[in-house]
């Protein structure tokens, strides 16, 4: 459709959503995040999302770490270590309560530790913590640690979100119900969409300030410059379009901040076989990347060059940036004497982050002018854990590693990229057992050589920490060095915020369609029943129960054989295979696929879906959650299109060969090239930037009334809308030319109807066969493919659902969800060919 018909549309539609504000204070805070967390347990993952939405608000640990990365006291007050770095003594805070009411003590602090490296753990940090022989309890307000061997960084890997202390009470549900001692507590999740946190009244210390805090989980650059220009939300930490903050900067409502992360983005140098095992070559590349240019091209300025593994923020940081200049002549050299005077091929395997394809189409322009031909294979999430940090099939990848003061993993045993060096590790036999700060620092310094020195990988930057805020929020910590997001003591100054007022409505309101639809199909199908026999109804429900079970099994098949460790991409890059394993097992991921399938196909025919590997969730409540998102949309969207597209369609059916008719046949073939995220996102910066009428996205859900509701799905809806649309004026129109050629239209002419009467009566009811079969097709579509536009809107419907879960190899949601849009599909072409006979008097006569 023409694109500024469809604008008049969505103003007509707008207008009656036009927003009503009243001063409020400014109390509540909304924080986008590029990431939904799996889930809430900061102790069973290592999700970044986890701990920046609950680490330090929900939970906290004994220690915890500052903005400059020093170890400060946290519910232990103060602590004391042996000479012999065996015994840590920590002395625990008093009046400390969790938001269940359970108070801290050591008791919990021994039920904590001991949890975290119990044989069945899945911590991340199990390992580093396993050097914890006993936890002894002192007394009520001392606890004892006991140590197998010295381990200095014993007080940063107790500041981590790792090690946090949690409720003996609580400890069951802290996936999806996190109980904790922090500033704020947990209320509610509403998932692929919101987390919401309020004060915890009951606090130890200084209350927060803010009342509320609500996580919102954006992803998409497009739909991330929306929210933040309409203040649907105000902060976002890690702001995903680096080119838009010149933008943003000159707009004096926001703030940007920059800062620098834990995460070094390196390029990763599989060193076990072949010419990148000889330093020479893996020196060569050194020289041959030139890290400004990556960061300049890649990140548009943002970040900072490093020359190690190592922060730069650190107090313990050496710049060892210039030890491998740029010099490409350098690098030739290099591999001439390694070998390969007329250099090598490799192969170049890039996540998909934006940050690596983009660095990685730089560096491999880079090294091929020094004569390394790389080849560039893009990879899922899943399967890059798979091929490149499980198996190890791979020359080269670029990832970012974000876990803070993470130089051991240059020590591990079979690590992703193969290094082995004595030297290094006795440098961390030496650093585990100093004691002293100023020891330390100085052998920081040494490891951060030794690593550069063996050109173990190419270390490009510092990831930077590009936030975007409302200009009146102030102390929001940006800089940690932890994955936290640190809002106790964050407030809004200046007058307060105009916030919406809405009339709330009845919770059930999302229900009213799909009781709608329910209704119109049991009613069609006794209307079937009653016309065509019972027996003719049970023939065709058979053939969808037997498609339905083949279905099941082609899904289960082609699932189940995707590439990809759910239990590894949940636990992350430092996870021991003990904990993967663990985890596995705990997920039912273990055991014959034939048996797998059995027992996942009796759950369906009971209505359980089974439990969401990621959520720990059942798959059954988080499909009801999203479809009543998803479907009210489509049900919109395929409102609209009837609304539009058919009269559209008729009338230049009216008027073949006519201006009219050419001018809309135009228009339809305009509305269906142009792309429906593009239309998506002007209707943004018109509706949402420019008029301020709705926001930018997000569904506030039916619980905040039936208005709000609609005026968050009325964009949506337009979008998906104008292409459908489009495509059935095509179709009315091609039916009612055949039409109109029939010869009982010429009777019904002769009989005295005008042309339009003629038209309306006998010739749209009887070319609806082809516009059926069109809006057959059309309803799964608008139901689960959507996805794109869910995006850049931020819904939380079904298509991202499920493109969450196949990024995330979450298998049993996937394979719920795929069933339940194979039901939709059959049931979907049941229904149209039971509108055929109902329209069609020559295929009810063959049904009899």
Avoid at 499 to 517: D, M, N, P, R, Y
Avoid at 609 to 633: D, H, K, M, N
Avoid at 749 to 764: D, P, S, V
Avoid at 770 to 779: A, S
Wanted: proline share 6%.
């Amino acid at each position: 459709m023409k694109v500024s018909a469809f604008l008049g549309l969505a103003a007509a539609c707008l207008l009656a959503f036009a927003p009503v504000a009243q001063a409020a204070p400014k109390d509540t805070v909304t924080v986008a995040l590029q990431l939904e967390p799996p889930n809430l347990d900061p102790t069973s993952g290592a999700a970044v999302a986890v701990d920046e939405v609950v680490y330090g608000a929900v939970f906290e640990g004994l220690v915890r770490l500052d903005a400059q990365g020093a170890v400060k006291p946290l519910l232990a007050t103060w602590w004391e270590i042996a000479p012999d770095g065996l015994t840590y003594t920590f002395h625990l805070r008093d009046g400390v309560k969790f938001q269940d009411g359970t108070p801290f003590d050591a008791s919990i602090v021994k039920f904590s530790l001991e949890r975290a490296i119990a044989p069945g753990s899945t911590n991340v940090q199990k390992q580093a913590l396993s050097v914890i022989r006993q936890v002894e309890v002192v007394d009520p307000r001392t606890v004892r640690l006991h140590l197998s061997a010295p381990y200095s960084d014993l007080l940063y890997t107790l500041a981590w979100g790792d090690s946090v202390m949690v409720s003996p009470k609580s400890v069951a549900t802290l996936a999806t119900a996190p109980v904790g001692t922090g500033p704020f507590r947990f209320v509610g999740w509403r998932r692929g969409d919101a987390i919401t946190l309020v004060r915890n009244d009951g606090y130890w210390g200084q209350p927060a300030k803010l009342k509320t805090v609500r996580f919102r989980f954006i992803g998409d650059p497009a739909a991330a410059f929306a929210a933040i220009k309409t203040h649907e939300i105000d902060a976002f930490p890690d702001y995903p379009a680096p080119e838009n903050l010149a933008q943003l900067r000159a707009d004096p409502a926001l703030k940007v901040i920059t800062g620098s992360s834990e995460g070094e983005v390196i390029l990763a140098i599989n060193e076990r076989v072949g010419p990148l095992a000889d330093v020479r070559v893996r020196r060569a590349i050194q020289h041959a990347l030139d890290r400004r240019a990556i960061i300049d091209g890649a990140m548009y300025g943002y970040g900072t060059p490093i020359g190690s593994h190592f922060p730069p923020q650190n107090a313990a940081y050496v710049d060892l940036t210039g030890l491998y200049p740029h010099d490409v002549a350098k690098a030739k050299a290099l591999l001439a004497q390694a070998g390969y005077p007329n250099g090598l091929d490799l192969t170049l395997k890039l996540p998909p982050p934006n940050y690596a394809r983009r660095s990685g189409e730089i560096v491999a322009a880079q090294l091929a002018k020094a004569g390394i031909r790389v080849k560039i294979e893009t990879l899922e999430w899943a399967q890059w854990l798979d091929q490149v940090y499980g198996r190890h099939v791979f020359d080269l990848t670029i990832v970012s590693h974000a876990e803070p003061m993470d130089y051991g993993i240059y020590d591990k045993d079979d690590y992703y990229f193969g290094y082995h060096s004595a030297a290094f590790h006795r440098l961390m036999q030496a650093l585990e057992a100093a004691t002293d700060e100023g020891q330390r620092t100085a052998i920081l310094g040494q490891i951060q050589r030794q690593i550069a020195q063996d050109a173990v990988n190419g270390f490009l930057f510092q990831f930077p920490r590009l936030g975007v805020f409302d200009a009146r929020l102030k102390d929001f910590w940006l800089n940690a060095p932890t994955q936290t997001i640190d809002l106790r003591a964050a407030s809004f100054g200046g007058a307060g915020g105009a916030e919406a007022s809405t009339q709330t409505t009845s919770g059930a309101a999302g229900a009213i369609f799909g009781g709608v639809l329910a209704l119109a199909v049991a009613g069609g199908l006794a209307l079937v029943a009653v016309r065509f026999g019972a027996a003719y109804l049970a023939g065709r429900a058979a053939v969808m129960l037997l498609t339905l079970l083949v279905a099941s099994l082609v899904v289960f098949t082609i699932i189940q054989v995707a590439p990809g460790d759910p239990a590894a991409y949940m636990l992350g890059l430092n996870a021991s295979p003990e904990a993967i394993a663990n985890l596995r097992h705990q997920m039912g991921l273990e055991g014959p696929a034939a048996q797998r399938y059995l027992a996942w196909l009796l759950g369906l025919l009971h209505g359980d879906f089974g439990v969401s590997y990621t959520y720990q969730t059942p798959v059954a409540a988080l499909i009801a959650e999203r479809i009543g998102v998803s479907l009210p949309l489509a049900g919109l969207a395929m409102a609209l299109s009837i609304i539009i597209g058919a009269p559209i369609g008729a009338l230049a059916a009216a008027r073949r060969g006519k201006a009219a008719d050419t001018l809309v046949m135009g228009l339809t073939q305009i509305g269906v090239a142009i792309p429906n995220f593009w239309f998506a996102v002007l209707l943004v910066m018109v509706f949402s930037i420019g008029l301020k009428w709705v926001s930018a996205g997000g569904f506030p859900g039916w619980e905040a009334g039936l208005v709000p509701a609609l005026k968050a799905l009325a964009l949506p809806a337009i979008a998906l809308a104008a292409p459908q649309a489009a495509i059935i004026a095509r179709v009315v129109r091609s039916a009612l030319i055949d039409t109109l050629t029939e010869d009982w239209m010429r009777t019904a002419r002769a009989k005295g109807l005008t042309a339009g009467q003629a038209l309306w009566r006998h010739g749209l009811p009887n070319a609806l066969i082809p516009v059926l079969t069109i809006l057959g097709l059309q309803f799964p579509f608008l139901l689960a493919g959507g996805v794109i536009i869910e995006n850049v809107f931020f819904l939380p419907g079904l298509g991202r659902l499920v493109l969450q879960a196949v990024t995330q190899r979450d298998l049993i949601v996937a394979q719920g969800v795929v069933m339940l849009l194979v039901f939709v599909v059959v049931s979907a072409n049941f229904l149209v060919d039971l509108a055929y006979l109902l329209v069609d008097p020559r295929l009810r006569s063959r049904a009899r």
